[in-house]
């Protein structure tokens, strides 16, 4: 017993130098808002930005820093690691890969997996190029859209109302789900081309709302109709709820951007909006897995006797499909976006003149609001700005290579006797 102890911990140490050398090999100084691009800004947060031509040892170094991306990425990691040991466990003790009844749930954990493990990734190494962050959270927005078709499947399966099986919206429930799915995909990733953060924030948050409302709806009125003394709601209606109260709050923080628009600069590393967004959705998700698992339970024989049993089509046809459909979108995104940013970088050519004349304090400062007019950067980040910029600005000397030798100052002579 003592001998296996001292083997974990020598482990433990040896795991913690390898993390300490880690940390000193990539080391990266954290940015503050005005020293970084556009795309990588977050309004409220001022400063604990990685720069946007990061390394992979780099990337990967700064995870167990502090800056504004650590918290978002162990909270989804961590969740993923959580989800993938529930999924093991669960094809231990039952066949969710043989039985076509435990599809839907089987699809629907694979989901839970994918979407939090995508996530943590792109907020890793969305830091690599400019280009990186936007094809990282294109890919984020591929999983969560996947996830929604998931959780549609999923409560068509064991959450239908029974009055409106085999009616006119139980046959376009499935089919609205998947195309909510790519318009869920298509609407984040467009968002990424517009540059105003208002219309990019709630074309983002409508592109998974929507489906969200959609998925929920036949959910809501099982809950709603349901027979307590009978029904398997009894037992599931409270993780039900609690998923809603989670999504609510998690959906309220990522438009609002509290509380970091408070008190800016207060809640750089943690406590931000994306921080508890992330924490709230993990929680969602996971009342929502243990209310179905209820409900799958309890249920199986009387969907047996109604005869509304999961359809294997939409696990072993529909899925992959739509992954392919969600996996174009994202490459003609990625593609679009390789293409922008190589043609907005003209080739270098060489330069025969080169003048600049000495900026003032008071153009420093015209053009520091000017740029913070277009980049949307908070009004209190202009003080400061225009002092580094006023203080960094020098005089450059004129080169003329191509013209005549200019004038000299005149000075005065002194004639020797």
């Not at 948050?205 to 029904?231: E, G, H, K, Q, R």
């Not at 309220?252 to 924490?279: C, T």
């Not at 174009?328 to 330069?351: E, G, H, K, Y």
């Not at 003032?360 to 209190?380: D, E, F, R, V």
């Amino acid at each position: 017993m003592l001998s296996n102890v001292g083997y974990v911990t020598g482990r433990l140490r040896e795991a913690g130098r390898v993390t300490g050398r880690l940390r000193e090999v990539g080391r990266v100084r954290v940015r503050r808002v005005e020293e970084v691009s556009e795309p990588l800004r977050e309004p409220g947060i001022i400063t604990g930005y990685r720069h946007e031509n990061c390394s992979v040892i780099q990337a990967v170094a700064s995870l167990f820093n502090a800056t504004n991306e650590t918290v978002n990425f162990w909270t989804h990691f961590l969740a993923a690691l959580y989800f993938m040991w529930l999924l093991a466990s669960l094809s231990a003790t039952m066949p969710v890969f043989q039985d076509a009844y435990l599809f839907p749930l089987t699809c629907y954990m694979i989901a839970a997996c994918c979407y939090p493990l995508m996530s943590c990734l792109a907020h890793a190494f969305s830091c690599l190029s400019i280009t990186a962050t936007h094809i990282c959270f294109c890919l984020d927005y591929l999983a969560i859209s996947m996830y929604s078709w998931a959780v549609a499947y999923l409560y068509y399966s064991y959450c239908f109302p029974p009055h409106l099986q085999n009616t006119f919206f139980s046959q376009i429930f499935m089919p609205v789900a998947a195309l909510n799915t790519i318009l869920a995909t298509l609407s984040a990733s467009l968002s990424r081309f517009l540059h105003t953060p208002g219309l990019q924030k709630a074309l983002r948050v409508t592109a998974f709302v929507v489906p969200y409302l959609w998925d929920s709806y036949p959910l809501l009125l099982w809950l709603y109709t349901c027979d307590i003394t009978n029904d398997s709601c009894a037992d599931s209606r409270f993780y039900h709820l609690g998923q809603f109260a989670c999504v609510f709050i998690a959906t309220f923080f990522y438009a609002s951007h509290f509380p970091e628009l408070l008190a800016p600069g207060k809640f750089d590393y943690v406590g931000h909006s994306h921080n508890i967004m992330h924490v709230f959705t993990i929680l969602a998700t996971n009342e929502q897995m243990h209310a179905v698992l209820i409900d799958l339970k309890h249920k199986r024989s009387a969907l047996e006797a109604s005869q509304w049993l999961p359809t294997p089509a939409w696990a072993q046809l529909a899925t992959p499909l739509l992954i392919l459909c969600n996996s174009i979108i994202v490459l003609a995104f990625a593609f679009c976006i390789t293409q922008r940013s190589t043609n907005s970088s003209p080739p270098a050519t060489p330069q025969t003149i080169i003048s600049t004349t000495t900026t003032t304090t008071y153009q420093s400062h015209k053009q520091l609001t000017t740029m913070t007019a277009g980049n949307n950067i908070p009004y209190y980040l202009m003080a400061s700005s225009t002092n580094t910029t006023s203080q960094q600005a020098q005089p450059t000397p004129v080169i003329c290579p191509d013209a005549a030798t200019p004038p000299q100052p005149h000075t005065q002579r002194v004639k020797e006797d």
